[in-house]
């Protein structure tokens, strides 16, 4: 069984940064890629930005320059660091693992106003 926790949002001004934190434990083996979600109100969720285990990464053209996906294998911990924030930033982020099965995070809110 594998766990996945993020961490790390809450409410920031536009312009400002935050960086979400994933942590996985239980039984992690092969696993294949991470990746960031989000859902904002009254939208479905979107695909944001993916690490593969190459460490290749991938981003939504919406967060590409502004957002960085990154991890740390000793903590088996994956971040996501979020700069020039806009409102229509303003989601749910969710966590995802790949390993043959798919796991998700709980989600961690985070809010882009001023």
């Known amino acids: 069984q594998v766990q996945l926790v993020e961490s790390g949002g809450g409410l920031v001004q536009p312009g400002g940064s935050l960086r979400l934190s994933c942590a996985a434990s239980g039984s992690i083996l092969g696993i294949v890629a991470m990746s960031w979600y989000r859902q904002a109100p009254g939208k479905e969720r979107e695909w944001v930005t993916t690490m593969t285990n190459s460490g290749s990464t991938h981003y939504a053209d919406s967060v590409k320059g502004r957002f960085t996906i990154s991890r740390d294998n000793a903590k088996n911990t994956v971040y996501l660091q979020m700069n020039s924030l806009k409102p229509e930033d303003t989601a749910v982020y969710y966590c995802?693992?790949?390993?043959?099965?798919?796991?998700w995070g709980q989600g961690t809110q985070v809010t882009v106003s001023s």
């Open positions: 995802y693992m790949y390993s043959g099965n798919s796991y």
